[in-house]
């Protein structure tokens, strides 16, 4: 019987991180990688920063399996999303699954 651990393991890719569920191909730092990316567009830039005209921030959250994204993205880095560049705000590991929150100012 498979424990809890490697079932979870195995529905990372059998599931959440899988073209015909969820999961898109985007290119990570010039690897074409099968992950999901949900977007949240803000023109409003974070407190202490003075509001731009025509300036947004890009939020992204990725999901990808741990063993498709080595090394591990860390928190400050500059990040290469579908050809955008973002800064890494935050990077978790969820089971199997990097959670990684980046930002980047356009306009």
Known sequence: ????????????????????????WHNLNGK??????????????PLGQKNLEGVFLNDLT??????????????????RVDGSLHLVKSVSDEMGVYVIICEANES
């Open 62 to 79: 990725i999901y990808v399996e741990d063993l498709d994204m080595q090394p591990r993205p860390v928190e400050g880095e500059l990040m």
């Open 1 to 24: 019987m498979m424990g809890f651990k490697e079932q979870v393991r195995k529905d990372v890719k059998g599931v959440f991180i899988n073209f015909a569920e969820f999961a898109d």
């Open 32 to 45: 074409d990688t099968l992950c999901v990316i949900s977007r949240d567009f803000t023109d409003e830039l």
